[in-house]
């Protein structure tokens, strides 16, 4: 089958199309034919292995040294049709159609992947698609819906609390500014410049420009703030809750994890962070958000799966809204 090998750690042209083994499923798995993947920041970083120090030692030591050598296949999140199953398999037939995450081991630019029919919080999640949308909309719902939603449930919000949202026109966010409406909160997002349309047509009250304005400096305070992309200071983050508010990290440093445990233990505003969990029964929940009209992934291009270096450039040119899919399939 072909797919995107990542030949060795670097920028997008380290990617390469190749072909390698087509899988065959085990008896808890499920085959699936992808019909369109995404490009996610977290591909990019995994491509790069450019992660915070605390995470790219041990990812080094796992992934190979000096090349990738056990994940070489990048991708997180993918919709298709189910090809084949395990002899265990029950909730999942031939010809369904499927979307979910990958987990850990990734391998989502490529024609087929093997997933376990019931995952688990590593080996991610998988549901049937939502009806309402096509492939390519599909494969851009469930990694941004299922951290947003697994933070936004860490942050414990409620119904009309202030949420400010760092990062809110990228993948995750823009998931998280329409589930944070959809739990009654007020919404302000903040992202670059050419986002602040988007954000406000997927529900925020108010779109900061980063570039330009300081959200901490303009005296407003929230119930919780969600830093998605980890580039606002803790102190500044800190300075905008209001007494008793909750600080949620999706992407902390070693000093944000640190100063947090300390901040939490010693003050009355609380700061979390984590590795989000991926679970099938969250999943079938966004699938019925979607369904029901309260989420809609929000999709910027679509690139072919032999232009995964142009999708790479892109993503990381700074112009992404929402998400980038990259089409494998012809319906994808
Ligand atoms: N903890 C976990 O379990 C977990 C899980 C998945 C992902 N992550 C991490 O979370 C991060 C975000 O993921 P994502 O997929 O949502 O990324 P994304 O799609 O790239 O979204 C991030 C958004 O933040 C914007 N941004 C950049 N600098 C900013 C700043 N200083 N202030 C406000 N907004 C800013 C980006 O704009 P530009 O593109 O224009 O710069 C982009 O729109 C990634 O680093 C990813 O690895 C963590």
Redesign the pocket.
């Known amino acids: 089958m072909k797919a995107i090998v990542c030949t060795r750690y670097g920028p997008p042209d380290v990617l390469r199309l190749g072909e390698v083994e087509k899988p065959v499923p085990g008896a808890n798995e499920v085959l699936i034919r992808i019909h369109a993947t995404t490009v996610?920041?977290?591909d990019c970083?995994m491509r790069a292995l450019k992660?915070p120090l605390w995470l790219s030692i041990p990812m080094r030591f796992y992934n190979g040294l000096v090349r990738p050598s056990r994940i070489k296949i990048i991708g997180?999140e993918l919709a298709g049709e189910v090809a084949a199953v395990g002899k265990n398999v029950t909730a999942f037939r031939p010809g369904a159609a499927v979307f979910g995450t990958t987990g850990f081991n990734m391998g989502a630019y490529a024609e087929y992947i093997t997933l376990p029919e019931k995952g688990g919080e590593m080996d991610g999640a998988l549901a049937h698609k939502p009806v309402s949308l096509t492939y390519a909309e599909a494969a851009a719902a469930p990694?941004?819906g299922l951290?947003a939603l697994?933070?936004l449930r860490l942050a414990d919000l409620h119904n009309g609390e202030k949420i400010l949202i760092?990062?809110?026109?990228?993948?995750?966010?823009?998931m998280a500014v329409q589930l944070a409406r959809y739990f009654g909160a007020v919404v302000t997002g903040?992202?670059?410049g050419?986002?602040m349309d988007l954000l406000g047509a997927i529900g925020a009250e108010r779109a900061i420009d980063?570039t330009l304005e300081d959200f901490s400096r303009e005296g407003e305070q929230y119930d919780v703030v969600f830093d998605?992309?980890?580039?606002?200071s803790f102190a500044r983050c800190m300075r905008s809750l209001k007494p008793g508010g909750r600080y949620v990290?999706?992407?902390?440093s070693l000093a944000d994890m640190l100063r947090g445990a300390w901040a939490s233990r010693t003050g009355d505003k609380k700061v979390i962070?984590?590795?989000?969990k991926q679970r099938a029964e969250d999943l079938v929940l966004i699938k019925e958000l979607i369904e029901g009209g309260k989420l809609k992934p929000v999709v910027d291009r679509s690139y072919l799966l032999e232009q995964a270096v142009e999708a790479h450039r892109y993503?990381?040119?700074?112009?992404?809204?929402?998400?980038v899919v990259i089409a494998v399939a012809a319906s994808g």
């Open positions: 996610t920041a977290g970083e992660f997180q990694l941004g951290e697994h933070f760092i990062g809110a026109g990228g993948s995750i966010g823009t903040v992202d670059r050419e986002k980063f998605v992309v980890g580039k606002a990290l999706a992407n902390p962070f984590g590795a989000a993503v990381e040119s700074g112009n992404k809204k929402g998400n």
